[in-house]
């Protein structure tokens, strides 16, 4: 059976479930018994989890006590993992956005308590009731009543702005501050108001105000573009364990929720910071008196009780880009990461002055937590306890369980079922103004689903209903995926919309609407469009502006009949919606 790991947040042995500059090799384990032995550890449970490989820095205080890797940044090849190796550290990178707020507070250009659009200016949410009430703070803290909505940017990547454009057709799912749910958009608005107070863009921001004071020289955020000697490569493992490459995501447009690319060595000196109350080396990078609103309590997660297995470890609540735990007596401020190829955990705690961070180039991978749980043990003088074994069971149970869905879902399934349609009736264009285009084709006997990111081949699964598998390199979304397409027809019996369903973490049902096809005309055919057309009483003019056919109507309903044409840069080709301009009931050419 295949797993289902798209996008998931991997809270791992935590409660919700329920520095200075390294080496410039890998650093062997420090002589404090603490850690004795910790290189034998750590490769067996890449030996017994079928990881690739792993960077670990361990601070206490302002002392590293280690920082190294274990196993390979490139699996094909046999290059080992370094003190200096860069990994995605996907929603680690939150603190960083987060922190750029703290700073602008620090300045009194931000009220954390004031709504978002006091600083973004004519910005939606769904509703007016968010729209008016919304601050700053609830971005923070994952407490806008919006769930995830992440099929949106995953699927089809956009630009910044773009992106914040769909955010007010996500419909939420609880109303506002009731509970706590995860949302990277949330965070990429964070960023741009950023962005507007300090007229930079957000990498800029990051690379100035929090690499440069820390000396972070090689962390950055799309490491595609540059050239990086000493940079890990993405893998994946599947139900054969099996490890296979995966290429990096471009994340850019969702930049601030996730796009941060660091080392074990560098990200001693961002746990050393919040470990001194915002100080590194004696100066100020973020204002004290934020730090300690960030990994204070803002929002409870979930109850966090404790479990027969782990009595001493309890409370789930969340900061500001901080999640919140009492792990074991001590008091914990912790995030994981997740994005494609790669997993993270950032850890430390406070009262104890030490801090943790694992990255490891596996996807959806459990020991960044399984890891920092065994180093926080020796750190904290803690008896054993066995997290391998843990998540291992718990594994196994959510397998167990899996299987059993399957086998209802096996079940409610109707045999001998035919679509109501043949497969070429169901392609074209499809779109919804909160997650973009898809694009459906058919070929031969099957029926595909195009994003501009990911290609799925959607299998009959009964009626109309079709079920999408994932054939990307990611292979994230497998047979026992509960997401559905279901197509609808209209009054005349065409596809006209189909449904994405089984979207979970709260996203309702999303519908994507038929959306009329380009067509290719040549300049000559297109001047034929030229001229004024009556609509109803409103004059509307069609005329051409270099190589682009405009269409000037005064605001008025019939207004949406009307597409705008491009042209192609590679062929010239003039494309405009058929017949656009005569398809409009009322249109009649002007005398």
């Avoid at 108001?193 to 930079?200: C, D, N, Q, T």
Wanted: hydrophobic share 40%; charged share 20%.
């Amino acid at each position: 059976m295949r797993r289902f790991l798209f996008l998931s947040m991997v809270f791992l042995l935590s409660v919700s479930v329920s520095a200075q500059k390294g080496a410039k090799k890998a650093a062997p384990a420090t002589a404090d018994q603490r850690l004795a032995g910790i290189d034998t550890l750590v490769n067996r449970l890449l030996k017994e989890w079928h990881a690739p490989g792993v960077g670990i820095v361990v601070v206490e205080k302002d002392k590293v006590f280690l920082a190294s890797g274990f196993g390979y940044k490139d699996y094909e090849n046999k290059q080992p993992v370094t003190a200096n190796t860069l990994f995605a550290i996907g929603s680690c990178s939150k603190a960083f956005t987060s922190s750029l707020l703290g700073m602008l507070q620090g300045e009194g250009k931000l009220d954390f308590d004031k709504p978002v659009t006091e600083y973004l200016p004519g910005f939606k949410f769904y509703n007016e009731e968010l729209t008016q009430n919304v601050t700053v703070r609830d971005l923070t803290c994952h407490r806008t009543g919006l769930p995830r909505h992440d099929l949106s940017w995953y699927l089809n990547p956009t630009t910044r702005d773009s992106s914040v454009m769909r955010i007010q057709y996500m419909e939420p799912s609880t109303p506002w501050r009731q509970a706590w749910q995860y949302n990277n958009w949330m965070f990429l608005l964070q960023g741009v108001i950023a962005e507007k107070l300090y007229g930079k863009t957000w990498e800029e921001l990051v690379a100035s105000k929090i690499f440069g004071p820390l000396g972070m020289k090689t962390s950055n955020f799309a490491p595609w573009k540059g050239s990086y000697a000493d940079l890990a490569k993405g893998y994946r493992t599947d139900d054969k364990d099996a490890i296979h490459p995966m290429d990096y995501y471009r994340i850019e447009g969702m930049g601030p929720a996730g796009a941060i690319y660091s080392s074990p060595a560098e990200m001693a000196a961002w746990v050393t910071t919040w470990i001194y109350g915002g100080k590194y080396q004696g100066k100020e990078v973020l204002p004290e008196s934020y730090v300690r609103q960030a990994m204070s309590s803002q929002m409870v997660i979930n109850a966090g009780l404790p479990s027969p297995e782990n009595p001493d470890a309890f409370f789930a609540n969340y900061g500001m880009g901080w999640m919140l735990a009492s792990y074991r007596g001590h008091y914990r401020v912790e995030h994981g990461g997740n994005i494609d190829g790669f997993s993270a955990s950032t850890a430390f705690y406070p009262t104890d002055s030490i801090g943790i961070v694992v990255l490891v180039n596996q996807n959806g991978s459990p020991l960044p937590g399984m890891i920092r749980n065994y180093i926080s043990d020796r750190m904290l003088k803690l008896p054993y306890r066995d997290w391998h074994a843990q998540i291992k069971t718990a594994r196994d149970k959510a397998r167990t369980a899996a299987a059993g869905q399957n086998q209802a879902d096996s079940l409610a399934r109707k045999k001998d079922t035919q679509p109501s349609h043949a497969l070429k009736d169901y392609a074209g264009l499809f779109e919804h103004p909160g997650y973009g285009a898809l694009r459906l084709a058919a070929a031969q006997d099957s029926l595909f689903l195009h994003s501009s990111h990911v290609t799925f081949w959607l299998e009959h699964y009964h009626y109309d209903i079709f079920r999408p598998i994932d054939l990307s390199e990611a292979d994230a979304i497998g047979e026992d995926n509960p997401f559905r397409l279901r197509f609808q027809t209209n009054a005349k019996g065409e596809i006209d919309a189909f449904i994405f369903q089984g979207l979970q973490d709260g996203v309702k049902d999303i519908v994507f609407k038929r959306q009329a096809e380009a067509v290719a005309m040549a300049q000559n055919e297109l001047e034929k469009y030229l001229g004024e057309y009556d609509l109803g009483g409103v004059l509307a003019k069609a005329y051409l502006r270099g190589e682009t056919l405009m269409v000037l109507v005064p605001v008025s309903p019939i207004t949406r009949w009307f597409r705008w044409a491009t042209t192609s840069s590679n062929s010239r080709s003039w494309k405009a919606s058929a017949s656009a301009l005569t398809s409009a009931p009322t249109a009649k050419r002007a005398p």
